[in-house]
């Protein structure tokens, strides 16, 4: 991974044990390597990234992720979100200007999102944090709720985030799909976890919407990333072919 003169970004991927759809699933076996190794190893792929840790609240993550050489920092049980749990890392690592957040059950993202995302932030001083999408033809992702959408306007800010079809259709429309990664200034993110939880976020259970919703703004860096989130059996399945080459 080529580093920085000086430290400035930092990568932390949050990762639960008991996860809701699919409990354990960090700990699932890919090709003799917990999911979160793999996740883990496309992150340092990333050109960007000074360091990454891996934030948990479980003993048995922080074990498998010290066995295959990574360093794993304990975060209370109580945080909301997945950033949440970034913000109590950024307290120990004084040093980050920007944190990203890599969502631990991503073990195919692209690197190129995490070096796009933090980019988009570079490049906007007046964004509060950024994240990235992919053009999206599949219909079937399309209209799943577990594929969040996401409309931005013409200077590539997010306007809305959605598990539902945006926009409707009612003449010929293209989508975005939503990759769940995000780049925080520091500042930002330590606002982050005080601020109140709101009814869309709620509604629609993204905590991104949280800080669309307190008038912040995200940039959106668009391009072709591969990206398949780990939510169900089917999931897991997918990504062992995609990384083993079998099912």
């Known amino acids: 991974m080529t580093k920085n003169l000086q430290k400035s970004v930092l990568g932390v991927i949050p990762a639960r044990l008991d996860s809701t759809r699919l409990p354990r699933k960090m700990l699932a076996d890919i090709g003799g390597n917990p999911l979160i190794y793999h996740t883990w190893k496309q992150a340092h792929m990333a050109t960007c990234l000074d360091d990454i840790v891996v934030a948990t609240d479980s003993p048995e993550i922080a074990q498998a ?8 920092v304990m975060t209370s049980a109580g945080c909301r ?3 949440d749990r970034v913000a109590e890392v950024a307290a120990q690592y004084t ?7 890599i969502q631990g059950d991503e073990p195919v993202l692209s690197p190129g ?3 796009a995302a933090v980019d988009a932030l570079k490049q906007d001083c007046t964004a ?3 994240t990235v999408a992919t053009p999206c033809t599949d219909e079937k992702e399309i209209d799943s709720p577990t594929t969040a ?3 931005v306007d013409r200077a590539g800010n997010a306007l809305y985030f959605s598990r539902s079809r945006i926009p ?3 003449t010929e429309a293209s989508y ?6 995000y780049a925080f200034r520091r500042e930002f993110l330590l606002l982050f976890p005080t601020l109140s939880q709101t009814t869309l976020e709620k509604a629609e259970s993204l905590e991104q919407l949280r800080v669309l919703e307190h008038g912040y703004k995200i940039k959106v860096a668009i391009g072709d990333f591969t990206s398949v989130g780990v939510d169900t059996p089917d999931d897991l399945e997918r990504v062992t072919h995609m990384i083993c080459g079998f099912s």
């Open 168 to 170: 409707y259709p009612r």
């Open 149 to 151: 959408k996401v409309a």
């Open 95 to 101: 040093w980050a200007d920007i944190l990203v957040n």
């Open 113 to 115: 999102a995490i070096d």
């Open 65 to 72: 992720v010290k066995a295959f050489g990574g360093v794993a």
């Open 176 to 181: 975005l799909k939503h990759i769940g990664l």
């Open 81 to 83: 979100s997945g950033s």
């Open 128 to 130: 509060h944090m950024a």
